[in-house]
């Protein structure tokens, strides 16, 4: 089955820096690739997504990159405020075959704590 | 609109006890999950229903998990016996389709066997 390994566990920064958060992933058939942020506290929620017949996708200071040869997708926030603070998770899926089309695979997740 | 809701929002139970966890989806998301975070690790997997059929159950960890999903609405997931391992947070999530699309997750359950 598909793993999802996830750098950095934490990972802290300056207010005003960028953040980047890696993850790779073991099926090649995975081909969804969703990022969830969780506020302390609070719920998973969506905050971008990327499928593989793309390479990059940016939403305001978000984005996230795939590299589908080396199996692997980034998470970059630029210009991080302390409202950023939260742990991140990205997962993986794949709709190629079967029934587990709804499953996500998630990454170890990362605890980023922006400093003001 | 509301979002997934599940109950209770804690649970502290003796080994051997059993316990029913319940969650809302949003109102015609026909996909319901459950997954759940070990301390500090992953959020893993559990099942997949698609309506009121288990669709994927291929991360329930043993028989002594039980998970329903009554006329295709709310759900409920079952530990009888509950070891000290189950301890974690049980997150549910729903879907309007099952791939490519964000899943709603709810605000889970803490769960603490002693």
């Known amino acids: 089955g598909e793993n999802v390994e996830q750098h950095p566990s934490t990972l802290s920064v300056q207010e005003g820096d960028s953040a980047v958060i890696k993850c790779t992933y073991s099926?090649?058939?995975?081909?969804?690739f969703p990022w969830y942020k969780q506020e302390l506290g609070k719920r998973p929620q969506l905050i971008i997504d990327i499928r593989s017949n793309v390479g990059e996708k940016k939403d305001q200071r978000i984005a996230v990159t795939l590299n589908k040869t080396a199996k692997h997708f980034s998470l970059h926030i630029t210009e991080t405020q302390p409202e950023d603070s939260a742990v991140y998770f990205c997962a993986a899926t794949s709709n190629a075959g079967g029934t587990s089309y709804g499953k996500l695979t998630f990454g170890q997740g990362t605890i980023l704590t922006v400093h003001p | 609109e509301a979002g997934v809701t599940q109950f209770p929002s804690h649970s502290v139970i003796e080994k051997g006890q059993t316990v029913t966890l319940r969650c809302d989806p949003i109102?015609?998301?026909?996909?319901l999950y459950w997954y759940r975070r070990v301390m500090g690790k992953e959020i893993k997997f559990l099942l997949h229903f698609v309506k009121e059929s288990k669709q994927d159950e291929s991360g329930m960890p043993n028989n002594r998990f039980l998970a329903e999903r009554t006329g295709g609405t709310y759900s409920t997931l079952k530990v009888q016996p509950a070891e000290l391992e189950d301890s974690g947070v049980y997150f549910c999530?729903?879907?309007?389709?099952?791939?490519?699309?964000?899943?709603?997750f709810g605000p889970g359950t803490r769960l603490t066997v002693t």
């Open positions: 099926d090649s058939a995975s081909n969804y």
């Open positions: 999530a729903s879907s309007v389709m099952d791939f490519g699309t964000e899943q709603y």
């Open positions: 109102s015609g998301h026909d996909n």
